[in-house]
């Protein structure tokens, strides 16, 4: 039997990626530098084809280790999180978080980025109350445990549906005013979780109508887009209060929290770990077997009016963090690009300026011989084609200063 061609990285555990020599050899140089620096040469774990035709399959000595991110799901189902830190917490949840994130940053291993995205289901969990102490003295020892299936946290059991009165109530308290308002005045409930629902969420969600071809990976030798702290502190502070969380239970309101001055000088030193977060996101050396989990979304269904679903996606804070900033950063020249065919991205009251525009077009007597027709395309966003996307924006963007 020959050699296998292909072989698993060994720096990411429970990943089921393969790579050729040459590939796995670009992808360790990129992704785990630590490792090349540290001289660590762990087993490479090979992937053995098996043609239909074989009469005998090889099973390996050892089965792939499970990759921890799988229990994300779970946890976002069965784990209730604290909707805000206690003071007295604070700074010791910032320092932990601190350590983990530039944990992530320096070893890009599968299992630091576990730890980060299951953060809040182990250390801002709802405490079980059958702990001793009092509330910042129970989330204190919550900080302290690594992992979320620990079972010093004892059981934190999810409370059922709240009533329309106390979700108003928690929006108003909260200060978010306009979430109660909108909350008041929807008509709109969450789907049931049966079949129905995954079937018409899958509709809402085609596979691409033809095979991707996406643009190549970023050369190593360009210049990634670099934020500051200063950066970093605008784009929290513009996080609507009430934000929800996405698959990894962080709120923008818990890391506002946990760099306030309530937290201390570990809540000034997290502002920089979230700043070399970003930019290490931004450098595009991305672990490819947490993108999935990172970039993903919590889905959830509301019933529409009319009979259907609106699917409403949730996504990690920390990608909504970065993808701010890098918002930000070509604002103005993609404005100027998509104007006056788009308003919804750069352009200030854009949906104003267009309903004025189109109203004075209507009334002006120059006009009479024409008319207005409005196209509502059916589940557009989730219908376009993402290496069409991501191809314009590697030759309009990548092209400007960035």
């Given at each position: ?86 003071k ?11 350590d983990i ?35 910042t ?21 999810r ?50 109508s ?12 360009f ?14 502070s ?165």
């Amino acid at each position: 039997m020959s050699l296998p061609s292909c072989s698993t990285c060994p720096h990411c555990p429970g990943c089921s990626r393969v790579f050729s020599a040459h590939g796995l050899k670009v992808h360790i140089g990129r992704m785990h530098k630590h490792a090349q620096r540290s001289g660590a040469v762990p087993q490479i774990s090979p992937v053995v084809s098996v043609h239909a035709s074989s009469s005998t399959q090889e099973s390996p000595a050892h089965p792939p280790a499970r990759n921890p991110l799988d229990r994300l799901a779970a946890c976002k189902a069965g784990i209730p999180v604290l909707r805000h830190i206690p003071k007295g917490a604070r700074n010791q949840a910032a320092g932990k978080l601190c350590d983990i994130i530039d944990s992530c940053v320096s070893t890009n291993g599968v299992d630091e980025w576990s730890a980060l995205l299951s953060f809040a289901y182990s250390a801002l969990r709802v405490p079980a109350k059958e702990l001793p102490g009092n509330m910042t003295a129970k989330v204190r020892t919550n900080i302290m445990v690594n992992d979320c299936f620990d079972s010093k946290l004892g059981v934190s059991r999810r409370l059922g549906s709240r009533s329309f009165k106390k979700s108003i109530e928690t929006k108003v308290f909260e200060g978010d005013l306009r979430g109660a308002v909108r909350l008041l005045m929807s008509d709109d409930s969450f789907a049931g979780g049966d079949a129905d629902t995954l079937a018409s969420m899958k509709h809402k969600h085609p596979d691409p109508s033809r095979p991707l071809s996406f643009p190549p990976d970023p050369d190593p030798s360009f210049t990634a887009l670099s934020v500051t702290v200063e950066d970093v502190v605008w784009a929290l502070s513009s996080f609507y209060t009430g934000s929800a969380a996405g698959l990894d239970g962080i709120r923008p309101g818990h890391l506002k929290e946990l760099t306030s001055m309530s937290a201390g000088e570990n809540g000034r030193r997290l502002v920089g770990s979230l700043t070399r977060l970003a930019n290490f996101m931004l450098s595009g050396q991305m672990n490819p077997c947490v993108c999935p989990f990172l970039y993903g979304a919590s889905l959830f269904a509301l019933k529409k009016k009319d009979g259907g679903i609106r699917p409403i996606a949730v996504g990690s804070v920390f990608r909504r963090l970065t993808a701010k900033l890098a918002c930000r950063a070509v604002k103005e020249e993609m404005s100027r690009y998509l104007q006056p065919h788009q308003l919804g991205f750069g352009t200030r009251l854009g949906c104003e300026a267009a309903i004025h525009a189109t109203r004075a077009f209507v009334t002006d007597p120059e006009s009479e011989d024409s008319i207005v027709l409005k196209l509502d395309i059916r589940n557009a966003f989730n219908t376009l084609e993402r290496d069409v996307l991501l191809s314009e924006v590697l030759s309009d963007i990548t092209n400007s200063k960035y």
